[in-house]
């Protein structure tokens, strides 16, 4: 049996985002992740006491062109508000599509469009409903010398996760409920199978970028 490479920072590159104004902000890249994906960090100097950190999996669809099929885009708008305010940590992690990558996630969309459910739609695909695992989030706290956290999700498998990996989640701080019309049965779907602590009240469209 091989020892377990053990996870270390390969870069850390200061990176100012606009939308994170008068915050030092760094893009950190690792070694040996053990899925080999190109996941990132992004620190944001924490004030003082057990940092503020979010998992986000990648939404290629949410996250750049604003897709209202999900909820990602204004979920990633809200950590990064977050970090803003009182810095943190953002795992950025390259799991598209909960694991299935983007042409599945495109294809799971059109059998979603027969009222299909989004995890029986991956399963018809031939794949797991969710495939994500977070022990490399672990990893990359871990190499940032980060154990003990404060995480913002409504996930609890993230945070059942990341316990099981040896991360001490003192607090789970819920994300908003980002309803609009395109994805209330998606958000219905996480809320019933999978027991996302969403409270499905309507929240306001995703806002541009602060400058
Ligand atoms: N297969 C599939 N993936 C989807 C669909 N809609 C969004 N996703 C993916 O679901 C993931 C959502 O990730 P997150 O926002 O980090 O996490 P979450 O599981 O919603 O949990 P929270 O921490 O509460 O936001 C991303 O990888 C998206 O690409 C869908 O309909 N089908
Ligand atoms: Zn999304």
């Not at 750049?64 to 990602?72: E, I, N």
């Given at each position: 049996m091989t020892a377990a490479r053990r996870v270390t920072v390969r870069s850390r590159v200061p990176v100012p985002l606009a939308r994170l104004s008068n915050r030092s902000t760094e893009l950190i890249s690792f070694r040996e992740l053990r899925d080999g994906a190109e996941h990132l960090a992004l620190l944001v100097d924490p004030h003082p006491g057990v940092p503020l950190v979010r998992l986000h999996s990648e939404c290629l669809t949410g996250?750049?062109?604003?897709?209202?099929?999900?909820?990602?885009g204004p979920q990633l708008d809200e950590a990064l508000d977050r970090l803003r305010f009182e810095g943190g940590v953002l795992l950025y992690l390259r799991q598209e599509g909960r694991g299935i990558g983007l042409y599945n996630k495109l294809d799971a969309y059109l059998i979603q469009d027969?009222?299909?459910d989004t995890f029986t739609a991956n399963e018809l695909l031939g794949r797991r409903a969710d495939e994500r695992r977070y022990d490399v989030a672990a990893d990359m706290l871990e190499a940032l010398g980060i154990r003990r956290i404060r995480l913002l999700t409504n996930n609890p498998d993230k945070i059942e996760q990341l316990r099981h990996a040896g991360?001490?989640?003192v607090a789970v701080e819920p994300t908003g409920a980002y309803v609009n019309p395109h994805n209330e049965e998606y958000l219905g779907a996480k809320r019933a199978i999978a027991g996302h602590q969403i409270d499905t009240v309507r929240s306001p469209q995703r806002q541009p970028p602060h400058v």
């Open positions: 996250d750049v062109f604003g897709s209202l099929r999900c909820d990602c027969e009222h299909i991360i001490d989640v």
